[in-house]
């Protein structure tokens, strides 16, 4: 099964301006991004798809591939699906451009779940505790079925923690998506989905046209670069890895 990776670049960013251009030790951040993705050595092909010629530029400096949109998208898996629609490819893996640290394993396990043709789709989650967390309506939580299927994604806590007695685990979904591109293609073309408008999670288009999404579980807490003050914990996490 031949699968591409495609890192969603837009270059206008509201919280932080040019964010993907920003100094990671040398390097922009969306080649940091590039690189750490090519570096484990998942995909067939790995690709930056773009509306920004400077941020192409730097990809291309890399010796990288680069798509330039032709249209304005609402959200990277448009974005993505444009680039997708020309590519030889079965499986499509979105890698979100602002997390520069990408994990071979957690990347290996969510390729690997579309061994089974029951999966179309399959993303990322991470176990999470503590109430600055689970309250914290930044960060999205999923809840699964026993299978690990998708049964809902919100920004709210979920399960409800109904009596003390009951222990929940509460997960945060991480979003890095790996769709069958034929899934991919419809997904984009849908309307948006009315559950999708109230918590504005694009995810929930998904369960509400009928697609569960595969969840696998990793221990990678990825370092994902929203504001200028993540940078500095991106760059507190880069020394301390000893990267190159």
């Known amino acids: 099964m031949k699968t591409v990776a495609l890192i969603p ?28 993705t090519l570096d484990t050595g998942v995909f067939d092909e790995v690709m930056v798809v773009t509306d920004h010629q400077d941020i192409a530029d730097a990809i291309q400096r890399e010796g990288g591939k680069v798509f330039i949109s032709k249209k304005e998208h609402e959200s990277g898996s448009d974005r993505i699906a444009e680039a997708a629609a020309s590519l030889d490819a079965e499986l499509i893996v979105n890698v979100q451009g602002d997390e520069p640290f990408q994990d071979r394993k957690s990347l290996s396990d969510l390729v690997a779940v579309f061994q089974d043709d029951q999966v179309q789709v399959a993303s990322l989650m991470t176990p999470i505790s503590g109430d600055d967390l689970i309250q914290n309506p930044n960060i ?5 079925d026993a299978q690990n299927f998708s049964l809902y994604f ?91």
Do not use: C
Not at 14 to 28: M, V
């Open 9 to 36: 670049a837009r270059f206008g960013a509201t919280r932080f301006p040019a964010k993907l251009l920003a100094d990671l030790r040398g390097k922009p951040l969306i080649a940091r991004t590039y690189l750490s």
């Open 140 to 144: 999205v939580k999923v809840v699964t």
């Open 154 to 244: 919100s920004r709210s806590p979920i399960p409800f923690q109904r009596n003390d007695d009951s222990q929940p685990n509460y997960f945060r979904h991480i979003g890095i998506y790996a769709y069958k591109k034929s899934l991919l293609m419809k997904f984009t073309g849908w309307e948006k989905s009315a559950l999708e408008k109230v918590e504005m999670l694009e995810q929930l288009r998904l369960l509400e046209n009928g697609y569960q999404v595969k969840m696998v579980e990793t221990t990678h807490q990825a370092v994902a670069i929203d504001v200028p003050e993540d940078l500095e914990r991106a760059l507190r996490y880069y020394d301390a890895s000893n990267k190159p």
